[in-house]
């Protein structure tokens, strides 16, 4: 019942085959249209040069500061978001301040984690450290976080105080996750129990947030917040396990990132941990090859071949790291459609659920 | 009516030269008692390594992870946190979450700050960035900054979501003062209002929410936290000016900064933007040299001679530059004072806000 393709920039993987990814696009286009005015007014009241560079940040103008038509990437949190809303009989309306202040903590991570990691490109542009220089990608970092929250508790309800504390709980998650990726890099081995609980708290508690915040907002109880917490904390591992996927065997052109981008970083995803635990003669060759990756100096590891890097995807998929992962990508979805199966909502807003789950597993950027 | 000497080291200006500041010491006994352990809890719930990174900041431990007798700072802020809790008539315990949370986001703002401002000294130690890294300093700035809203919104009431919006105003307007302040030293030309906004988001901000969020938390209505927050705000610039006039004439023993520390960063502080605002010979000498030193590389500049900042210290002092700075902290602190009488609260308790604000304009550190 899936499907599993193996050339570069193809279909990763599927749980539901015929799923009709195509009726995503309107909710997509839903969570844009309703979320990015309130998004850019929200950036508006920021002092310059904040504004300016926090706008660069989301594409909406370009290093010298004309307007530009930005990829604001793929908007699965704010559709969630209005979703949500949706799922606790609310109109899709009241979940956008909580689009809004998911997208801007999404933002603050991405910009703080972009100058840790060093990251130079993102979205096909470079990095706002790279461009406006470190101390503005702090300090616009730390402005976009102040924003969410002032976004939620300006709204002045009992339900936007426990928006915001859960908010504040994915927050401090997606830092505990960041914290735990900067550790790998100096460990030679980590499992993959390891590399998942990084992965949910860096991409799952957010996603996690984004699919309750809205119902939250419109008044759903406690108990439907946490189910569908739980479906969006399962979603985020499965397009985490995507993203591992399209990390190594992604198409640059769709991705906006090098080839073999996450092995260039030698990150510890999904695939490589997965691999190295299978055990077997390839599996061995692999860890000697990282091993000995490891103390080349940054460089020198820099200068690599293609080919080299196509020798370690290689052994990552022959040890089995590509399918485990595609199939940990189906696990994952499996394990956010039995939680949604759990909340009562209408027919027709747990389709859009199903179908932004599906979008998820098989995009291919 | 008041005190000024010019004596490095010495008491810079009082406003109530009797004041009983003694009697201070113990409010500020009192808020590091009742707060401590409270931080030091939600310290605690950081990640490794986080938790050591914080406590390292803290001065809970050394470098090598041993636990330290660390200066933790004068403690005006919880001091007056719960002061705050005490004028809207409650228990001064009422302010602890609000002490805890004001500190964490004073803490944030401290790691983030020292690392764009290159600073790599604080409290006598090495700054965070510069003993654990800078990704380390982003990371437990962001972690801080998290768990201050956590502290306030896991109260669960409506007093804790005002209490957390008007601590999100506040940070808002702190990291308005930080960018301000960065780009400050991209200018040739401060004016005095620029210098005494950017000082009154950057200090002013936080030390207005440390005297009203005990008040909100202790059921305080709004007209009561905005004129204890026009108080703080009013002290802060006092305190402001202060710390102004000991970053280029403190005593390096008492402040543990080197001699002319704000000189040697070429900052543009209250006394130099006054001096320079002055006119006459010396404010024309003043910014000849400041114009020439502005272009000088760091490295030749942090070279110069105790005698070469003694001269542009003296410039400053001729023309009128500490003077007026030594005002300006009097104006403050009276138009504190103007402010605290137009709220009702028992005379002892109002006594203890005058203690803590003369406290704050006659410190040598």
Request: negative net charge.
């Amino acid at each position: 019942m899936s499907t599993t393709t193996k050339n570069r920039g193809e279909t990763v993987t599927s749980a539901t085959p015929a799923a009709d990814t195509a009726g995503v696009m309107p909710l997509l286009e839903r969570g844009r249209t309703l979320a990015t005015p309130v998004l850019r007014a929200a950036v508006h009241r920021l002092a310059p040069p904040m504004n300016t560079v926090a706008a660069y940040h989301f594409g909406w103008i370009d290093a010298e500061g004309n307007p530009a038509e930005g990829d604001g990437g793929k908007a699965v949190r704010p559709a969630l978001a209005l979703l949500s809303a949706e799922a606790a009989g609310a109109a899709p309306e009241a979940g956008v301040p909580g689009a809004v202040a998911v997208e801007l903590v999404h933002n603050f991570s991405l910009l703080h984690d972009d100058l840790m990691d060093g990251d130079e490109q993102r979205r096909h542009r470079n990095t706002v450290w790279k461009e406006h220089g470190p101390a503005q990608a702090i300090l616009v970092g730390d402005a976009l976080f102040a924003l969410a929250n002032e976004i939620l508790l300006e709204i002045g309800t009992v339900e936007a105080g426990r928006a915001t504390r859960r908010l504040t709980a994915a927050t401090r998650k997606l830092i505990d996750g960041q914290a735990q990726d900067i550790s790998f890099e100096h460990r030679e081995r980590v499992t993959v129990e390891e590399c998942l609980e990084m992965e949910g708290n860096k991409t799952g508690a957010l996603l996690a947030c984004a699919a309750s915040i809205g119902a939250v907002l419109g008044g759903a109880d406690d108990r439907t917040a946490d189910i569908l917490e739980r479906y969006g904390h399962h979603l985020g591992l499965a397009f985490q396990a995507v993203d591992d996927l399209l990390g190594i065997w992604g198409n640059p052109e769709a991705t906006g990132k090098r080839t073999w981008s996450d092995l260039r970083q030698r990150k510890k995803s999904l695939p490589v941990v997965a691999a190295l635990a299978a055990g077997g003669p390839d599996s061995e060759r692999l860890a000697q090859i990282l091993a000995a990756d490891a103390r080349k100096p940054e460089e020198e590891f820099a200068d690599f071949s293609e080919e080299e890097f196509a020798v370690r995807a290689a052994l990552i998929e022959q040890a089995g790291g590509r399918d485990w992962t595609s199939q940990e990508a189906r696990r994952q979805h499996a394990t956010a459609m039995e939680a949604l199966g759990s909340v009562d909502m209408p027919a027709e807003i747990r389709a859009r659920f199903v179908a932004l789950a599906d979008f998820v597993v098989v995009r291919k950027r």
